[in-house]
């Protein structure tokens, strides 16, 4: 563990000043916290704001880069309007991910800044992200996964760094709870973040709400199904008055990218060595 830290604080120090994409997450938190050490004013955070991130995610990541004392900028990039995203392909993140590092590189840029990072961790090397694709084209680097750090490993420092994001749940883009081919619009996007909204306040440590049309699939950790199956009726009000008619519990539970469990491998790979 020491020994990433080490490796992640001697690669901040290959380069004099940088940009973080910051969603207010546990990793780009901490990755940002980390590097205001080594950059102190030659650092900013960017973050983008659009129908796939809620609103409450961008008041946190306001709020968090205040706390670090870091420089922060909010962008649009709105992803809907990018043309093929909508009709959610198993690449939706290549577009996504291409048309924001694209315009984060053009401010680093303007604003001489050297260096492009994300918070992408050694985790995220194991799952389908076709968004990778898109980093490696714009030339944004990975420090967390380049030293190695797990969320573990991650959510372990931020503890000992005192960040609010040490015990935060997971997060991904609204868009990531939609299975590929359905279309995904504003509407749709609103009643899934008006409905997480209200659930993630009622103390659970993980989950997701994924949308089938008009009906929302709740994954909750197994170690909180009890809880939720008692509050089903208030989980089901909930969802409904955010526009849904049917409400079913995944009786698998909480599993990242749980989305890509119908994509074969090849299909994968296939999708990975695209564009």
Known sequence: MEDKLTRLKENLTKY?????????GVDSTFLARVAKDAYGDKLMLITATSSTYPFYELDEAKSLASLLGISHKIIVSEEIDIPGYADNPPDRCYYCKSELFGKIAFIAASDGYEVIFDGSN?????????????????????PLAEAGFTKNDIRKYSSEYNLPTATKQSYACLASRFPYGEKITKIKLD???????????????????????????FEFDPSEMDKAWAIRD????????????YITIDLDGYRTGSMNEVLSETVK???QLLK
């Open 16 to 24: 004099k000043s940088a940009v973080i994409a910051f969603s207010g």
């Open 269 to 271: 790979k296939g999708y």
């Open 191 to 217: 009643r899934l973040a008006s409905a997480e909204f209200e659930v993630r306040n009622m103390g659970f440590s993980q989950f997701r709400i994924r949308s089938h049309e008009n009906l929302a699939r």
């Open 234 to 245: 208030k989980l089901s009000e909930i969802c409904k008055k955010s526009g849904f008619n």
């Open 122 to 142: 050694a985790d995220d090397l194991k799952d389908f992200r076709p968004g990778m694709k898109a980093k490696s084209e714009k030339g944004v680097i990975s």
